[in-house]
């Protein structure tokens, strides 16, 4: 186990690596600099700024220069979208407000869809599962920001009788501000989630193991959730791993759409900013969760199922 | 036992995000509540009244609170770094300049004494001007130390110094010893910027500036603190250090989200103050800014989605104000096809801006007549003729000659050899991604191959690529705007000058230049507004560099129970005198 666990770290750190320099290469190589506006700055003044932060260096030397910070964990300062603040704290301030929303959205989601994908399998050819997949499939078929937009008009004002949340973030508002974001945000998940269970719990229902306990007399809520689910939850387990990554590092259009301060914004912005630093921050940030959540994902497989042995076999 | 365990590892995350969940709570005062009138005009404002008003009663959680979106995050907050309009606005309030804006009592906003109650003004035997600030006595910081004529010394300095990089350095320009200072030959310490002694200011200027005491009033010459800047980049984004010395100070910044500013109780015209609190709301969706605004949520906005302006302007909800900036579409003089002024001409001709303003655009903008927008002081100053109206018209914005526009410009394509657009090849007009300009560059498109008979291609590009290629000169054909930096005909046509920075037109004139040298030469008004107009003529008239096509307006709209807001054609809104009726 120790053995894997090394190799892991080592292939993640391989990995980091290289998603550093392939950012940070291409991110030069994208016409455009973090200076320009539609009143460009003096030519003193342009050259005065690339002194003043390195980037009057050739490409090569600044990216050494940058990964010797990033070993001393300096992500250096932003360059344009909040001038000469540190990229850590900006990241610090902004990945706590995706990272609870993103993790709202999922719990629902798994607490709502689990179930209901079972009680679909259960109920299978039967009206309840009908109507829920009636509800799956527009789940599914509906991108996030129709979902949120109508919410917003719904119940932010489009009728004052119904205007129930605020319609920009605050979480001084309390819970009344999460409500909307993280309900479009978890909504496409759920639907997922309940699809991907009730057709791995079919699956499960009709294996032997299951005719047994049957047989046995078991109750079935002890058949469904003691001994079906458990093997139903791997294909659930694989597709939430990188999904909660995704969702906790912030959801670029629900994150818009309500005016969330999150980091999934933010970070498309700083693209179009060419805000550089903070491009590389917020990618380094992400790519690391983003495989941290692959070793968990990993780890729960194990949980999911002793029977898979990690050491063997790659994957 | 176990099967509750197995469950609940599934929900691994989940667990994770009741404690992060825990975190929210809170209760924010209602913004709706009504503060007792405290109508304050300029007048009032002026005057230090020691008559007291009765104090609100007890906590501001049942005051005041205004709360406005100008834009999302600013870029910097810093008064000497900051480049934007927001950004601009938001300083205003927090600082002060010598001179300040007040409201005339119509809502425009009129130059008043600011930090500095008097100056005097002398004009030297070799042609510099020294003007000697007077600065009014009890005027503090908002952590209550005394603002010293030292402080604006250090601010001018630094704002000058070119490490501190920044994009506004020029706008004192005209202080002796700018230039050496500028270009790293000389040491910043060399301007001649002085502080005689804690009250007075010495500022010496190579020529009789006229807009130098609106300079005294632009962001960017406002004063900072050097204990709290020097050595400090990151100054603004702590309420600790971000000192000011203006009528409201900062009371928080979550960031993203909203900054917001209370009543600065060390400034001089505190009791004249309006809200208690203003909440300058941080987002960057026109739609979610209109529907924060419907839903109450904010008291001004001033970007609406384009599509909902024409109904809110013919419902009334929505004014329009002046604003001093030219939209236009610039023509890249070494281009093979565009380097001859005929065709240029022709291409201009051609553009039927009433339709653009009243059938794409929609926000009450006017039709462009010249480069220099209605609004710009002419030498006489302002409340007289301005320099739009001295200059007079280039081509006929009327609908009637359209027809005859169309006939002239065809006759120049003719001559420049491609009669009935025969033989011409296809150009590119370039724009940057976004709604508005993408419908302006297809009724362009169509008006050239109706009228002209020639083919124009579209090319979009993201904002930072095409900033890229317009200042490279590499477009045919591209949109442009200016926005002024002060009330002056220089802030619009210096840029031309061969090489300068923004001169995407990479426009070489040596008779343009040589106006504009004349009229930075002259301090007499006349002479100055003559070469401004002359390098107008070359610039437009003669060479049809470019094809203004409207000039800005301001949309706004302002909650019906608000009064007392005002505004300068730069842009800047102010709400530190409004109340809630």
Redesign the interface.
Known sequence: MSKYFAKRIGMALVTIFLVTCLTFLLMNA????PW??????????LA??NA?YGLDKPVHIQLMKYLGNLLKGDFG?SL???????VT??IA??F?VS??IG??A??WA??VG?PLGCLAAFKRGKFTDSVLRVICTLGISMPSFVVASVL?VAF??GLAVL?IF??????????R??VLPCFSLGFYPMCYTARQTRSAMLDSLNQEYIKTARAKGLKNVKII??HA??NA?IP??TY?GPQ?AFT?CGGFVVE????I?GLG??FV?SI???DYPVIMGTTIFLATFIILMNV?VDL?YK??DPRINLTKGGE | MR?TK??L??????A???S??A??????GDTTTAAPAETTTAAAAETESAAEESEAPAESEDGFNLAVCLAS?P??I?PA?N?AVDGAIMINHLFEGLTKWVDDGKGNAILAPGQAESFEKAENEDGTVTYNFKLRDGIKWSDGKDVTAADFEYSWKRLAN??????Y??MIDMVKGYAEV???SADPDTLAVKAIDDKTLEVVLTYDCPYFEEIVAFPATFPVRQDMTEGN??W??DVATYVGNGPYKMKEW?????IEVEKNENYYDYANLGPDTIRF?????EN?ML??Y??G??DFIENLPMDELPNYLASGELDISDYLGTYYVCFNTEDEVFKDPKIRKAFSLVIDRNYIVDNVSQAGEVPATGFVPAGVNDAAGPGHDDFRTVGGEYYSVDEADYEANCEEARALLAEAGYPGGEGFPTVEYLYNTADNHKKIGEALQNMWQEQLGVTVTLNNQ????F???R?QGHYQIARN???ADYNDPCTFLDMWYTDG??NDAQYSNPDYDAQIDAAKATSVAEERMKAFHAAEDILIKDDNVLAPIYFYTQPNMLADDISGMYYTPLGYFFFGYTSRN
């Open positions: 994208v016409p455009g600099s320009l506006s539609e009143k460009s700055p003096s030519e003193a003044t005065a700024l003043k300062v344009k979208m909040q001038k000469n603040r540190a704290s900006i301030e902004m706590p990272a609870r993790a709202l999922l719990t798994v607490l689990v917003l932010a004002g205007k605020p319609t920009i973030f605050d979480p001084a508002l309390g819970w501000s999460y959730f003691k689910l458990r939850l659930v387990i939430l909660v906790l818009s759409v309500f005016s301060p914004r933010y912005q179009q900013n060419r968990v729960l949980v999911a | 099967k197995k469950v590892s599934l929900a691994l995350a989940s994770m995000a009741l992060l969940a975190c929210g709570g809170g209760n924010a995050e870029q910097s810093d770094l480049s070119p490490d501190t990089a920044a994009d350095c020029y500028a270009d790293g980049d990151e603004t984004y979550s960031h993203n989200a909203y709301t941080l987002l960057d969706d979610a529907a924060a419907k839903s949520e904010l993201d904002w930072n690529v900033l890229e290629n200042k705007g200016w926005i920075g923004n």
